[in-house]
């Protein structure tokens, strides 16, 4: 089965703080050097993270829902920055 | 500069029962909340159960926004393309006070914020708190993004919910491990009224809601769901974090699978999608509770792991440690003593004395258990739906070998000593 997450994210409502993204990834070295299982790329529910093929890890964290999985799930290497977005500012739920 | 008796960061459940209960005993109270308004942040199934909250402001069935009251509650256990199941259907869950309600958060935690604010606190939004201001090992403010946005105040609240930020930089309590969340997503479907009706079987203002384990989490530690609200249906499905590691499944791929399960399609047919959400639950239990108070603060809510997995409970135990925490500093200020840890901790003693560290401690071996136990999501599952198939099914095998049959199939996947064993680690964890 195949799903196109970013069909699903279409529907939520969000106000992007441009420029400003509230989570970064530490050393993108560790990604693409010492992490073999990348799980970030599969495991986040936004699929904000995408492996590139050759090594990299990308993060652009326009849909993301601030759930936390990222952060928590790195836990081999830390290497996710994880703030929450300026007041106002990222995904702003209409039901929750 | 002025100084508040009270801070709460956050404004879900846990946050608006504090302030709300500080401001309501004549409290200076400020509440600040990151969203747009409060509940644009805030995700849940969402359940909301009547007592934790009648014991608040009794009178909220008259005003809150509610969707629809539960009369019935199913539990399936799945395979593949079968579920075996329970239900309890009752008129009397029909007979007022209602006992549970379906609810969308984002509506719900408006209006609670609203008797928040009628109690007299004030409610910043669009503010994130960024830092705990310390004076040495005592909180006695909070940062936040706003221009000269600190404030300062005798005792902090910490409403901020399962990530809980401001504790962990200061330093209070480590890291969430991930066996100790459950990632949810999930999704709103919009159905005619009359179709939700019809398809649940129920009258206007009547529910049902459908707990689900089994095929559906693909041997991960997890469970789904299906509720209804008045004009729309919510399901999601949710794992633990560490499994979700190990597996490396795309969550919003499972909850895909899972709506075209045979046995949940036809009820959730047509329905217009119009929001996905993704939230973690705190699920560690009792074994995995941070501190919960120190100098100048105390913890609430998610934040704290105040979280019942076994029975899907969260939202109620939210309420509860906000309204409890709420009412120890109102004991402290009007008995003149400080907001000091050992004068703070009489919160843990009425936590002890509630049903919240009275479950938890029931229930505290459970994520242990279950964790070392994948079967009890996998094995068995798959067993009972084929006990069933294997009586069900008229093919000329008579019943004795059936029942022969089931035995071994159960012997075979688990061995006697396995299904004995099982079955006594579930009495001892539930007892």
Redesign the interface.
């Known amino acids: ?1 195949n ?1 196109n ?1 970013e069909e ?2 279409f ?2 409502r969000y ?1 992007v703080d441009h420029g400003r993204p509230h989570i970064s990834i530490i050393d993108a070295a560790v990604c693409a050097t010492e992490c073999r ?1 990348q ?1 970030c790329t ?2 986040c ?3 904000c993270y995408k492996a590139e093929g050759n090594g990299n890890i990308t993060l652009i964290t326009d849909g993301c ?5 990222c ?3 790195c ?1 081999d290497f ?1 290497n996710v920055n ?7 500012y ?7 | 500069m002025e100084k508040f008796d009270a801070i709460v960061v956050g404004a879900g459940p846990s946050g608006n029962a504090a302030a709300y209960t500080l401001a309501k005993a004549g409290l200076s109270v400020i509440q600040i909340e ?3 308004y409060p ?6 199934g ?1 359940i909301l159960y009547s007592d934790a909250l009648e014991k608040i402001i009794p009178e909220f069935r008259d005003e809150a926004p509610l969707e629809r009251h539960i009369i019935e509650q199913r539990m399936w256990v799945l395979d593949d393309d079968s579920y075996i199941g329970t239900q309890y259907r009752s008129d009397a869950f029909n007979k007022a006070p209602y006992n549970r309600y379906t609810i ?4 719900f ?1 408006k209006w609670f914020s609203g008797k928040v604010s009628q109690a007299g606190a004030l409610v910043i ?4 708190a ?1 830092d705990l201001i310390m004076d040495g090992s005592r909180v006695v403010g909070v940062r ?3 221009e000269n946005g600190d404030l300062f105040a005798d005792v902090v609240i910490l409403a901020d919910g ?2 809980s ?1 401001l504790a962990k930089k200061a330093g209070f309590h480590p ?4 066996a100790d ?1 459950a ?1 949810a ?1 999930k ?2 479907l919009f159905l005619p009224q009359e179709t939700v009706e019809s398809r649940f079987n129920v009258k206007e203002g009547e529910g049902v809601v459908i707990e689900m384990l089994g095929k559906i989490t693909k041997g991960m530690m997890g469970t789904g769901f299906l509720y209804t609200n008045n004009e ?1 249906v919510t399901i999601g499905v949710g794992c633990m ?1 560490s499994d ?2 190990k597996e ?6 499972l909850l ?2 899972m709506k ?1 399960h045979p046995a949940i399609k036809p009820l959730i047919e047509g329905g217009e ?8 639950i705190p699920e560690g239990g009792l074994k995995a509770m941070p501190q919960i108070c120190g100098d100048g603060w105390m913890i609430v809510g998610d934040a704290g792991m105040f979280v019942n997995a076994v029975h899907r409970e969260g939202s109620n135990l939210a309420m509860t440690t906000g309204r409890l925490a709420a009412e120890t500093v109102i004991g402290l200020k009007q008995a003149g003593k400080e907001m000091k840890a050992p004068n703070l901790a009489a919160y843990r003693g009425k936590l002890d004395d509630s049903f919240v560290m009275k479950d938890l401690a029931k229930y505290k071996d459970m994520p242990g258990i279950f964790h070392a136990n994948p079967q009890f999501f996998t094995t068995y599952p798959e067993l009972v739906n084929q006990a069933a198939h294997t009586m069900l099914t008229v093919d000329g095998v008579d019943k004795k070998t059936k029942e022969r049959e089931i035995v071994r199939s159960f012997t075979r996947s688990r061995s006697l000593f396995g299904l004995a064993g099982d079955a006594f680690k579930m009495w001892r964890a539930m007892r």
């Not at chain 1, 994880?82 to 106002?88: Q, S, V």
């Not at chain 2, 509940?39 to 849940?44: A, D, E, L, T, W």
């Not at chain 2, 939004?125 to 994130?128: A, L």
Request: glycine share 8%.
């Open positions: 089965m799903v997450v699903k994210l529907q939520n106000r299982t799980q599969q495991v529910p936004a699929n829902l601030e759930c936390g999985t952060r928590i799930i836990d830390r994880w703030e929450y977005p300026r007041g106002g990222g995904i702003l739920f209409k039901f929750g | 990151r969203g747009e509940g644009s942040k805030n995700v849940q969402a969308l958060r984002a509506q935690d939004c669009e503010t994130t960024t936040t993004d706003r399962v990530n930020l890291e969430l491990k991930p969340v990632l997503v999704e709103i729309s974090l979700f590691k490396r499944i795309s969550p919003y791929l895909e699978q075209a999608m119009k929001e996905y959400t993704a939230h973690l």
